[in-house]
């Protein structure tokens, strides 16, 4: 992350409130192009996930304070949103679980905590990523180096090009956003570029899974009215059906939308689409 002092800024403690917030969108406007020049990076780093998971390996971030809980924050979504079990993408945070919620003082530097814990949880299947905006956090650092060490594939998120953390990674994904608004406080134009990195990340890696059909969130657990809702409407688009018969279908297949998806398609019982799709993606098994 840059230490240079934003020239635009200087007297934001003068401006009027309108203003204020004028400087700070017009920094934020920054953000999604110097994402977007990564874009060969990111792409490179979900197919390279992807094909960890796909052979049973799991995914971690890693990172400390705020990179940390953005980190979490992209972790905790996707089970909810794919269906997936939630040991499947892990956050390895300095300092652990209590630093979610409140600062933990040194946790940061502690190498130590960050050998042990990659050393305890990550295999040689897996893949770990780094997240660290000044690319220089002891823990994180460390982190990667250990995940190297056991041959997991490593990608690091970072806003300095020379950073310790680009340089130990197999894929180096910088974000060059500039000073902050507010010298420093990384969960400005630092943490949004994160976010979007991630979000990128996570979401490429379900659809490369086959989580996503078509653009539905298909393997969607339906646990409450809303997203009951939300899964009848997934079937009658993806399998061009009434909403009766997609209701009828979910009921079929236990709320499973990509069951219901089958029944109501193909005009089979739960038992036999579930067969199908043991055999066959859901895209194959779809077609006419």
Do not use: C
């Amino acid at each position: 992350m840059s230490q240079d002092r934003l020239e635009t800024s200087l007297d934001i403690d003068r401006r009027p409130t309108i203003e204020i917030v004028r400087i700070i969108q017009e920094q934020d406007a920054l953000v999604a192009g110097a994402v977007a020049k990564q874009a060969e990076r990111i792409a490179h780093a979900i197919d390279e996930i992807a094909e960890r998971l796909r052979h049973g390996g799991r995914l971690f971030y890693a990172g400390a304070g705020t990179s940390g809980r953005i980190a979490m924050l992209d972790a905790s979504e996707i089970p909810p949103t794919y269906g997936v079990d939630p040991s499947l993408v892990r956050v390895l945070m300095a300092g652990g679980e209590r630093a979610y919620y409140a600062a933990a003082e040194g946790a940061e530097d502690d190498e130590e905590a960050a050998i042990e814990t990659v050393d305890r949880e990550v295999t040689a299947e897996d893949a770990v990523v780094g997240i660290a905006a000044s690319g220089t956090t002891p823990y994180t650092v460390a982190a990667v180096r250990k995940a190297n060490m056991l041959g997991a594939l490593t990608v690091g998120i970072t806003n300095v090009p020379s950073s310790p953390l680009a340089q130990h990674v197999d894929i180096p994904i910088v974000l060059e956003t500039g000073p902050e608004v507010i010298m420093g406080s990384s969960r400005m134009k630092s943490g949004t570029a994160q976010k979007l990195v991630l979000n990128q990340i996570s979401t490429g890696v379900m659809i490369r899974l086959g989580h996503v059909y078509s653009n539905l969130m298909i393997d969607m657990p339906a646990t409450n009215e809303k997203l009951r809702n939300r899964a009848v409407r997934m079937v009658e688009l993806a399998a061009g059906v009434t909403r009766p018969m997609a209701v009828q279908a979910i009921r079929d297949a236990d709320g499973d939308v990509k069951v219901a998806t089958v029944i109501a398609r193909r005009k089979v019982n739960a038992d036999e689409a579930r067969r199908l799709l043991e055999e066959k993606p859901l895209r194959e098994v779809l077609s006419p």
